[in-house]
């Protein structure tokens, strides 16, 4: 099958339908909460909001102490976890811990 049919991508369009419902399953179901927890990610961050992250060592300043931190890949966060945890807070978006 061409790469550029429309039925090929069409078929694209539907697994990523399939995995955006997948997602949406587990955000309403929270299957990896002890995992979910150990990261201090709030739901959203942890099962919907997973963007594609280059494996780079990224700095990021800490919102809240201002201290700096390398995070393991370029999708970095927004706090450290001591700050996350402090705060009862998502360490990547600041929300409230779910
Ligand atoms: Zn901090
Ligand atoms: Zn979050």
Same mark, same amino acid.
């Given at each position: 099958m061409p790469l550029n049919s429309k039925h090929f991508l069409s078929e694209i369009n539907k697994s990523f339908v399939n995995s955006i419902r997948k997602n949406l399953n587990k955000y309403d179901t929270d299957p990896k909460q002890p995992q979910r927890l150990k990261l201090q990610k709030c739901k959203y961050c942890y099962y919907i909001n997973i963007k594609i992250s280059l494996q780079a060592f990224t700095s990021f300043t800490c919102k809240n102490c201002k201290e700096e931190f390398l995070h393991h !890949?370029? !999708?970095? !966060?927004?706090?450290c976890m001591k700050c996350a945890e402090e705060l009862n807070i998502c360490c990547h978006c600041g929300a409230e811990m779910d």
């Open positions: !890949n370029s !999708n970095v !966060n927004k706090y």
